[in-house]
């Protein structure tokens, strides 16, 4: 009787106490939940001489090579490298095609009957998606001696961020190809035009190897799969 009366003075305090010791077990089980990192090196392919040569041809035709899109700078070709891993169009893009909403937000989503646990009003977008992924999943990182780019996904299930890690550069990487691909395409298309239009055989030379030059490139995006 006497801890009968107890529990009907203190049950508030009791219920309390219940609670608080149920949160801090979960806060300890997300804590101590482990994190795997899966982690993609990325060795950026440049060819000096390429390089020299464009600048070679660019200053025997009066700087024409810029206005048709072409640059032998690697350094900023690294650059958009990273730029690109880090983009919100190919971060979104990524999370979409991988379905990985549901990993993004596991406290708001049942496995169980792979539903949102929230009301539709709530649930996370691809807005939230990319925040998080940006903030809290994915690292891109340029290592300056070397010339390599990590790319490291992070997360609980480590086969996931292994494949994520992988899958992230492939698809950047097919951006890039895509990109150069279309870039040297319209390269020619204006180098061509130009060339028609002048009839200085030193000029026309340089515009041809410059053509040249494009064709292989976009010769070479295509074959290599490295192309980053």
Do not use: C
């Not at 060819?47 to 660019?58: G, K, V």
């Not at 996931?160 to 550069?169: E, P, R």
């Amino acid at each position: 009787m006497i801890v009968f009366k107890l529990v009907r003075q203190y049950w508030r305090l009791i219920v309390v106490t219940a609670a608080l010791v149920f949160i801090a077990s979960v806060a300890v089980a997300v804590v101590s939940m482990p994190v795997y990192k899966g982690e993609a090196l990325v060795m950026f392919a440049a060819s000096d001489q390429s390089n020299e040569t464009l600048a070679l041809l660019n200053s025997r035709i009066g700087g024409l090579a810029p206005l048709a899109g072409i640059s032998g700078d690697v350094g900023g070709g690294r650059a958009e490298a990273i730029a690109t891993l880090k983009s919100r169009r190919l971060s979104t893009s990524f999370i979409q095609t991988n379905n990985m909403l549901p990993d993004l937000f596991p406290e708001h989503w049942n496995a169980e009957k792979e539903d949102w646990k929230v009301e539709s009003a709530s649930v996370p977008t691809m807005a939230d998606a990319y925040e998080r992924f940006d903030k809290d999943i994915r690292r891109v990182n340029e290592d300056r001696t070397t010339g390599m780019i990590s790319v490291s996904i992070l997360g609980p299930d480590r086969q996931k961020v292994a494949q994520w890690a992988n899958g992230l550069v492939r698809a950047a990487n097919d951006y890039l190809r895509n990109r150069a691909i279309d870039e040297a395409q319209k390269s020619v298309g204006f180098l061509e035009e130009q060339l028609a239009k002048t009839t200085i055989l030193e000029v026309r030379q340089a515009m041809n190897d410059l053509v040249e030059a494009q064709i292989s490139k976009a010769a070479l995006a295509n074959t290599r799969d490295d192309y980053a």
